[in-house]
């Protein structure tokens, strides 16, 4: 689960890191009742008007402006709040701003020259363990820094026995070129972050930049957040921080309903049971030259009613030519789930204008393929794992 900005700095401050502090308004005028609540707090004279979506980039959309006066305030929460912000993350019409974080200006004239770095926190999969990635070059993607100079970026696993150790967070510092008070306020930084990053069952924490202030305090101005749904039930508190609005509104309602579905970008709509199986499905599309238009995981039951409601989710995606259906009778058997096809293709009428391909196999498979060949529904059924793809070929040639 995603969370915005000011939510992610939320969770940080809690762990003790130190943040760029701000207050969030829903349009102009409380934009600017925040930022004199801001200035009294803080005393900062400027303003960053940042919009909140959960897409990164929003700086190169115009969605993050520095206010040097409160008419500007107005005026540039006016602009971001309710225009569809389009950056390399969002979906080419953008995603819409339905708030702005009033922030403060932490790049103040001082002792030292500011500098900016790139921290994260995340799972190295092929090792399996946490590992921290960093470098000099914040405010930058990283994406670029590691395409064309992967020697600025350093990485440090973390042993899950016995976690974070000091000398760790002290070589992150050392390597990020700090000294003296900037020096040990990195490695207070750094430890806190992973203390956030454990204590909220995170998959990701990324701050880009992590600031050195002029008089040497370490700031998170970003905060990129995904925590893992799985653990929301150890923290309701976390789990209230959810915006649909910011979620596929089609994986939303399944989501509701108690269907695993990812919205994908091809044509050949799926409707399977078991990840495992899905995965494969999605294989055997792409090797058949198309592309899955979803993850679909109808679980271990597939009865008339979970069919039709999986039919209406996957024909909400217009790209959607084709729907193959992918189901191994092991704990449901095959006759059922074919009989709840067909009663779901009867219910829903003409709502289902695309060819469907059935492939059955498992526990009473041959029953369920004389249901579906006997129904009199317009129907392809196939038992066999290629069979099935040929049919999807020949249903989109």
Not at 121 to 132: A, D, F, P, S, T
Not at 163 to 180: K, P, T, V, Y
Request: hydrophobic content about 40%.
């Amino acid at each position: 689960m995603n969370v915005h900005e000011y939510q992610g700095k939320e969770i940080l401050a809690s762990y003790g890191v130190r943040i760029q502090r701000g207050h969030v308004a829903n349009n102009a005028e409380e934009a600017v009742e925040k930022a004199k609540q801001l200035t009294a707090e803080t005393g900062t004279g400027w303003h960053v008007i940042k919009a909140q979506i959960h897409a990164g980039g929003r700086g190169k959309g115009g969605g993050v402006k520095l206010a040097k006066n409160l008419d500007q305030v107005k005026e540039i929460a006016g602009q971001i709040i309710g225009m569809d912000l389009i950056t390399p993350q969002t979906p080419p019409t953008g995603k819409r701003v339905h708030k702005v974080l009033i922030a403060e200006d932490v790049y103040y004239p001082g002792e030292s020259e500011t500098k900016e770095f790139y921290l994260s926190v995340l799972l190295n999969r092929g090792k399996g363990r946490n590992m921290i990635m960093y470098s000099t070059e914040g405010g930058m993607d990283i994406e670029e820094v590691a395409e064309h100079t992967p020697h600025l970026i350093f990485t440090e696993e973390i042993d899950p026995s016995v976690g974070l150790q000091g000398f760790q967070a002290r070589q992150i510092a050392f390597n990020l070129g700090l000294s003296g008070e900037a020096f040990k306020e990195m490695v207070k930084f750094v430890d806190a972050l992973y203390k956030a990053y454990i204590g909220s069952d995170a998959t990701m924490f990324e701050i880009n930049p992590v600031l050195k202030t002029s008089d040497n305090k370490i700031i998170a101005v970003d905060a990129k957040v995904d925590l893992d749904d799985n653990a929301l039930f150890r923290h309701k508190d976390l789990a209230e921080m959810r915006d649909v609005r910011e979620e596929n509104p089609i994986e939303v309602e399944a989501k509701e309903v108690g269907l695993n579905y990812v919205d994908l970008d091809g044509t050949v709509g799926c409707m399977v049971n078991g990840a495992g199986l899905a995965m494969a499905t999605m294989d055997l599309i792409k090797y058949a030259g198309f592309e899955p238009a979803n993850f679909l995981d109808v679980g271990g039951t597939a009865d008339a009613k979970r069919v039709e409601t999986a039919f209406r989710i996957i024909l909400k995606d217009a790209n959607v030519k084709a729907i193959l259906i992918n189901i191994f009778g092991g704990i449901v058997r095959c006759d059922r789930v074919a009989q709840g096809v067909v009663d779901a293709y009867k219910n829903m009428g003409d709502a289902i204008k695309v060819p469907i391909i059935v492939r059955l196999q498992g526990t009473n498979a041959e029953i369920a393929k004389e249901l579906i060949d006997n129904s009199g529904m317009p129907i392809l059924s196939a038992v066999q794992f290629q069979e099935a793809a040929d049919q999807v070929k020949a249903a989109l040639s």
